[in-house]
């Protein structure tokens, strides 16, 4: 928690940067303090949604700047499949779910997100060779039958919101 929220503050103090280049271009200073300007896309919802998506990105090694660049852009005008999570009851498992795909999707599509999967899943496959001769003949035991509509990363995500928002509540 205590990088995430390192990690935020650094993207925060970005963002914060940008808007008093921005208006100093225009010539124009409205904001008394920059430090509490508030974002009118930042709101409850998404204020989780961007701690789980810093989260996300601080564990895939996403540079702090382009990430920056990343969840304003993203929060600002935020794609199809995450509005579609955001109708109705938004602390409803499968609108969070729905919000958590497509913030991972979009994640995803970052250079060096990619990269830190690669990396992942490379490690990955090196613990599973050593621990292949570990295994007991009997395989049938060690699989866990859960429904298809949640796969295991989501149901990692969901926890790590639900911690998040139990932590900040």
Do not use: C
């Not at 928690?1 to 200073?29: F, P, R």
């Not at 990105?57 to 990343?70: G, P, R, Y």
């Amino acid at each position: 928690m205590i990088n995430v929220s390192n990690y935020l503050s650094q993207a925060t103090e970005i963002w914060i940067s940008n808007k008093k280049k921005e208006d100093e271009k225009e010539g124009s200073k409205r904001v008394k303090n920059y430090s509490t300007y508030r974002y009118t896309w930042l709101n409850k919802t998404n204020t989780v949604m961007l701690m789980y998506s810093a989260y996300a990105a601080l564990k895939n090694n996403v540079d702090v700047e382009e990430f920056s660049a990343w969840a304003y852009k993203f929060f600002q005008a935020p794609t199809r499949d995450y509005k579609e999570g955001l109708q109705d009851k938004v602390i409803d498992l499968k609108r969070v779910e729905m919000r958590l795909n497509a913030i991972n999707t979009e994640l995803g599509k970052l250079s060096s997100f990619e990269q830190a999967e690669e990396v992942e899943e490379e490690e990955h496959q090196e613990e599973e060779q050593l621990e292949q001769p570990l295994q007991t003949e009997n395989l049938e035991s060690d699989i866990t039958v859960t429904p298809e509509e949640f796969g295991e990363e989501n149901q990692e995500d969901a926890k790590a919101i639900l911690n998040i928002v139990n932590n900040v509540a």
